[in-house]
């Protein structure tokens, strides 16, 4: 799975990360994917991107 965050949707509340660090990092406010291929083990992406309120996460397959 490739998690992608839409920085223009994406409002820095930190969600994604605080479930899947390994994957997202907050930087000056926007959500940045530092390792996509962390979340192939542990499905934490998807949790994300649930978890998301302006629903900035998507995840390709
Ligand atoms: S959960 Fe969504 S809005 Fe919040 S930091 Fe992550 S991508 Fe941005």
Avoid: W
Wanted: aromatic content about 4%.
């Amino acid at each position: 799975m490739k998690p992608v965050v839409d920085e223009e949707l994406c409002i820095g509340c930190g969600n994604c990360m605080e479930i899947c660090p390994a994957v997202f990092q907050v930087v000056d406010g926007k959500s940045k994917v530092i390792d996509p291929d962390a979340c192939d083990y542990a499905m934490c992406c998807e949790a994300a991107e649930e978890n998301c309120p302006v629903k900035a996460i998507s995840i390709a397959k």
